[in-house]
Structures are given as structure tokens and as C-alpha cells.
């Protein structure tokens, strides 16, 4: 599943940081309303949101670490810029309407499938952390000593 999960990560970093810096190339998707300042200020925030998705999905599919989460979140986004897509989809260029459907609805596959099924049996390769195999039930005997026992890395 990372195979896939992986490239659809990193187009999602691309297409966010596109449209964060040229809004107006949404117009391939909504159409003249591209150009609006408004309109923009939605299509920013939107190619945010992708930006953010994309970046913590490959960091987890990168490192190795659970990408389900991730994949559930993404799973929402891509469902509700279809659905709203296509419930406008007369007032939209059919071009856009086109795109939006192969495009979410690839990643919307993508996303259940990895949800569904993604980590099972992932990571039976992967490289072990001396943290990850810690001995915690011995006493710990100074909270510098704590951090060392949680696979995360974080402490609490």
C-alpha cells in the first residue's frame, strides 16, 4: 500500500503548494471565479490543508511510522471536495469537473484501501529502534531515564 500511498503523498504536497502560490491556477477547476480575491483566499486555504495532509502522510510513510490517521483525514478532505464538486457541477468548467473526479476519486480509493488494509503486515522489514525493544518494566530510576522508554520518542 505505500507504493501507492506514497506518490499520492508527495502530489499532494505539489498540488498544495501550487495553488498556495498561484491561486489562480484553480481556474481549471472552479472556473473565471479563480481570479476573485475572495475565491483565492479559499483556494489558499484549501491548497493548506493539502500541503499539511501531504507532508505529515509522507513523513509517516517515509519513517515508517503508522500513516493510517493520516489516510482517514485525507479520506474526508478528497470526499468532500468531490462532493462539492460535483453538487455545483453545472456551474463548473467540465474540464475541472473531469479532473476533480479522477483525481479525488484515485485518492479517495487510494485512501480507504490503506485505511482498510495499509498496515498489515507493514514494517515486518523495517528497521527495529533500540527504544522501540526497551525494557519498561524495570524502575526508572530519573525521568531522563523515562524518555528512552516510549517507541515515539516523546515523554511524558
Not at 472552479?30 to 483556494?43: C, E, L, P
Amino acid at each position: 500500500m505505500r507504493a501507492l500511498a506514497t506518490p499520492l503523498a508527495l502530489g499532494r504536497i505539489g498540488v498544495g503548494s501550487v495553488l498556495l502560490a498561484a491561486p489562480k491556477l484553480a481556474s481549471g477547476w472552479i472556473g473565471r471565479d479563480a481570479g476573485r480575491k475572495g475565491t483565492q483566499v479559499m483556494v489558499r486555504a484549501l491548497a493548506a490543508r493539502d500541503l499539511a495532509l501531504g507532508v505529515g502522510t509522507a513523513i509517516a510513510l517515509l519513517t515508517g511510522r503508522p500513516a493510517k490517521t493520516w489516510h482517514a483525514v485525507a479520506l474526508i478532505a478528497d470526499g468532500t471536495d468531490l462532493a462539492a464538486t460535483l453538487a455545483v457541477r453545472d456551474k463548473l468548467p467540465d474540464s475541472g469537473v473531469n479532473i476533480i473526479i479522477g483525481a479525488a476519486g484515485s485518492a479517495i480509493a487510494v485512501c480507504a484501501a490503506y485505511v482498510a488494509f495499509g498496515e498489515r503486515g507493514e514494517g515486518e522489514n523495517e528497521p527495529v529502534s533500540p527504544s522501540a525493544t526497551a525494557d519498561t518494566s524495570a524502575p526508572v530510576a530519573n525521568r531522563s531515564q523515562a524518555s528512552a522508554t516510549f517507541p515515539s520518542g516523546s515523554s511524558t
